[in-house]
C-alpha cells in the first residue's frame, strides 16, 4: 500500500479530473476505516493538489478557481447594488440632477417670495399674480439654463411646469377641498399661483 502513488490510493486516475478526484476522496472519507486510513486519504489529496499546482504553475495544466488553495483564493469585489436613478429610463436619467444644497436654496428663497407676495398682497391682485408669474417664469429659466447652458430645453421644462401647475391647481382649487379645509383662505388664482411656483421650484432645482 506504501508503494502505491496518491493516485492510487483514492483509486484514481493520473489523468482524472478534479471533480472526480474530489468525488472520490469524499466518498473515502465517509467511511476512512481507521485514524491511519484518514491520514492516508487527506495526504494522498494534499499530494495531488500539490502536484497540479505545479504543473499550473508550469503552464502544463489550468487549475479551475474552486480547487485553488483557500489562501490562494481572491474574493470577488461585491458589487454595489444600482441606485434608484440607474433603474430609470435613459431619456429620464439625462434630466434628471443631482442638485447641491445652493441649488435647491437660492431657487427655495426666490419662490418662496413670490408665493409670499401671491398670498399676502391683495391690491390689484390679478396684476401681481401675473407679474409674479412672469418672474418666476425667469427664475426657474435661469437657474435651469445655468446648469448646463441648455436654453431651449430650460424653456420647455418652465413651460411645462407652468401649464401643469396652473391646469392642477385651478382643478384642485375649483373643488370641493378647499372648502372643506377652512384655515387655507386663499383665492382659486393665488392657490394655483403658489401650486406652481413649488412645481417651478422643483422642477428648477431637480431637473437640468
Same mark, same amino acid.
Given at each position: ?7 492510487? +490510493?483514492?483509486?484514481?486516475? @493520473?489523468? /482524472?479530473? %478534479? ?11 465517509e467511511h476512512p ?5 484518514? @491520514? ?16 499550473? *504553475?508550469? !503552464?502544463?495544466? +489550468? ?7 483557500p489562501e490562494m483564493? $481572491?474574493?470577488?469585489? *461585491? ?6 436613478? @440607474?433603474?430609470?429610463?435613459? =431619456?429620464? *436619467? !439625462?434630466?434628471?440632477? +443631482?442638485?447641491?444644497?445652493?441649488? #435647491?436654496? &437660492?431657487?427655495? #428663497? =426666490? ?11 391683495? /391690491? ?23 446648469? @448646463?447652458? +441648455? ?5 420647455? &421644462? ?9 391646469? $392642477?391647481?385651478? &382643478? ?6 378647499? *372648502? ?10 393665488? %392657490?394655483?399661483?403658489?401650486?406652481? %411656483?413649488?412645481?417651478? =421650484? ?7
Open positions: 500500500m506504501s508503494d502505491q502513488n496518491p493516485y492510487e +490510493k483514492l483509486g484514481v486516475s @493520473e489523468d /482524472a479530473s %478534479f471533480d472526480e478526484i474530489q468525488d472520490a476522496r469524499n466518498r473515502l472519507l476505516g481507521s485514524g491511519d486510513g484518514l @491520514e492516508i486519504i487527506e495526504a494522498a489529496y494534499d499530494a495531488i493538489l500539490m502536484e497540479r499546482l505545479r504543473m499550473r *504553475q508550469e !503552464g502544463k495544466i +489550468k487549475v479551475p478557481e474552486r480547487i485553488r488553495f483564493r $481572491v474574493q470577488s469585489p *461585491q458589487k454595489e447594488s444600482p441606485s434608484p436613478r @440607474e433603474y430609470s429610463p435613459a =431619456w429620464l *436619467q !439625462g434630466m434628471l440632477d +443631482k442638485p447641491t444644497l445652493s441649488d #435647491v436654496l &437660492l431657487p427655495g #428663497v =426666490w419662490y418662496l417670495g413670490l408665493s409670499a407676495i401671491s398670498v399676502f398682497y391683495t /391690491a390689484g391682485n390679478d396684476q401681481i399674480l401675473q407679474m409674479a408669474l412672469v418672474v418666476g417664469v425667469g427664475i426657474s429659466i435661469y437657474f435651469l439654463n445655468r446648469k @448646463e447652458s +441648455k436654453f431651449g430645453r430650460a424653456v420647455l &421644462l418652465t413651460l411645462f411646469g407652468l401649464v401643469i401647475g396652473l391646469i $392642477v391647481g385651478g &382643478l384642485i382649487s375649483t373643488s370641493l377641498l378647499l *372648502q372643506q379645509i377652512p384655515f387655507i383662505n386663499l383665492m382659486p388664482n393665488q %392657490f394655483s399661483t403658489v401650486l406652481t %411656483f413649488i412645481l417651478m =421650484w422643483l422642477i428648477s432645482s431637480f431637473f437640468r
